[in-house]
Nanobody, 118 residues
Framework: VQLQASGGGLVQAGGSLRLSCAASGRTFSTYIMGWFRQAPGKEREFVAGISRSGGVTSSTYYADSVKGRWTISRDNAKNTVYLQMNSLKPEDTAVYYC?????????WGQGTLVTVSS
């Protein structure tokens, strides 16, 4: 599967952005999807994940640092996963990556930069 992330940009603290990740292929619904980020000088870290099913039956997982502020969702009909980011903070500044997991996160998108100004 090939992944294309988009939606990054510059936003003021307290603002919102929605990231999208479009996947190629017909097997999108077979993958667990996740978002990760890498800030300058730091290691890549998990941000959010969502189970294979979409809608009300999906299970979602969040890093403590974003829990309650962000929402991950997916639309299997559109082969797309989203990350709605609200109440952004300067420490959220990073390159954001979407990833697809079968047994592990084996497939990665190219990253989209999010910059949050104070």
């Amino acid at each position: 599967v090939q992944l294309q992330a988009s939606g990054g940009g510059l936003v003021q603290a307290g603002g919102s952005l929605r990231l999208s990740c479009a996947a190629s292929g017909r097997t999108f619904s077979t993958y667990i999807m996740g978002w990760f980020r890498q800030a300058p000088g730091k290691e890549r870290e998990f941000v959010a994940g969502i189970s294979r099913s979409g809608g009300v039956t999906s299970s979602t997982y969040y890093a403590d640092s974003v829990k309650g502020r962000w929402t991950i969702s997916r639309d299997n009909a559109k082969n797309t996963v989203y990350l709605q980011m609200n109440s952004l903070k300067p420490e959220d500044t990073a390159v954001y990556y979407c990833a697809a997991a079968g047994a592990a996160y084996d497939y990665w998108g190219q990253g989209t930069l999010v910059t949050v100004s104070s």
